[in-house]
Each structure stands twice: as structure tokens, then as C-alpha cells.
């Protein structure tokens, strides 16, 4: 079962209750963009910036109903359809985000514990996109990473040791 899947609450809406919800639990900054399929929340907490990157999915998507066998939807059904996935999208990541904030709260997590796979480091990407090539590597070899870099390796695709990021 897909979470809010028949919500009625707009995208604009939900945006502004995560924003209102991240000003709520101490986030001294807000921003979020669009482009594309792609939509982007920025924040700040706890000297920390968070990114979370939405993908929405294409309105091509949409053309045929998921019946068996798939019938061809009208434009306004392709629209509706497609408008009706993507304000699912936005009360999910709603959802992540209330949970994480709270967990905080409780006293069950931290923020670099939540939101770690998405702090953005330094070079402007986030240590998800960092560190997820280093445990795919780390699983494919069975090869655990270094405790402290080669000297001189930052790159963490290298073939060679995997390097921490930088301070």
C-alpha cells in the first residue's frame, strides 16, 4: 500500500508544512527548487546543510490506466493521474522527514544520524553520493576501506584505498 496515495492535499500545500514543520523543530533555513521531474529541499539544522533530492515521476507515465489489459487514459486523466502520484511523492517525503525530526526530538537519534546519507558536504554533494560507490566497492571486493587514506588519494571511485572526505 502506497502512503497518502489518494491524498487531496496539493504539493504547494505540503511544502509548506515541511518548511513550516522544519522552522517548528529549529531549521534556520529553507529553500527548494524544481527542475524537470526533479524537485530539491534544502535545509539547515545544527550547522548542517540537508538536501533531499525528489524525484516525480514523468507525466508520460500516465498515459495508459493499470488494468489488465492497460487502456489509454484521456489528457485530463493523464494529468490527474500524474498530478495525483506526484502530491503523493511530497506527503512521503513529509513523512521521512516529521519521522527523522521527531526520533531528534525523542532523543532516540541525532541529526547526523537521520539525516546523514543526506548532509551536504563541503564539494556540494552529499555523503550518500560520497559513500555509496565506496560500500558498493566494498561489497563487490569483500575488501573493507581503509582506516586513513593512501597518501594523496581523495577520490573515493579510485581503484585504490578509499578515502575519508575532506576536513
Not at 43 to 50: L, Q
Not at 56 to 80: C, I, K, V, Y
Not at 104 to 127: H, K, Q, R, W, Y
Amino acid at each position: 500500500m502506497t502512503y497518502a496515495r489518494n491524498t487531496t492535499v496539493s504539493a504547494m500545500r505540503t511544502r509548506n508544512e515541511i518548511e513550516e514543520t522544519l522552522e517548528r523543530y529549529g531549521a534556520d533555513g529553507f529553500a527548494y527548487a524544481t527542475q524537470g521531474n526533479l524537485a530539491t529541499v534544502i535545509f539547515a539544522m545544527e550547522n548542517r546543510r540537508i538536501r533531499f533530492v525528489l524525484e516525480l515521476p514523468d507525466p508520460g507515465d500516465f498515459r495508459h490506466t493499470n488494468h489488465s489489459p492497460p487502456r489509454e487514459r484521456s489528457d485530463r486523466a493523464q494529468r490527474e493521474a500524474h498530478d495525483q502520484a506526484c502530491r503523493q511523492r511530497w506527503r512521503a517525503l513529509l513523512l521521512v522527514i516529521k519521522a527523522k525530526l521527531e526520533a531528534v526530538t525523542a532523543g532516540i537519534s541525532t541529526i547526523e544520524t537521520e539525516f546523514l546519507a543526506n548532509i551536504v558536504l563541503p564539494d556540494n554533494t552529499t555523503a550518500g553520493e560520497w559513500m555509496l560507490p565506496q560500500i558498493d566497492r566494498a561489497y563487490r571486493t569483500g575488501d573493507m576501506p581503509p582506516l586513513l587514506p593512501a597518501a594523496g588519494n581523495s577520490d573515493p571511485r579510485s581503484s585504490g584505498p578509499i578515502a575519508l572526505p575532506p576536513a
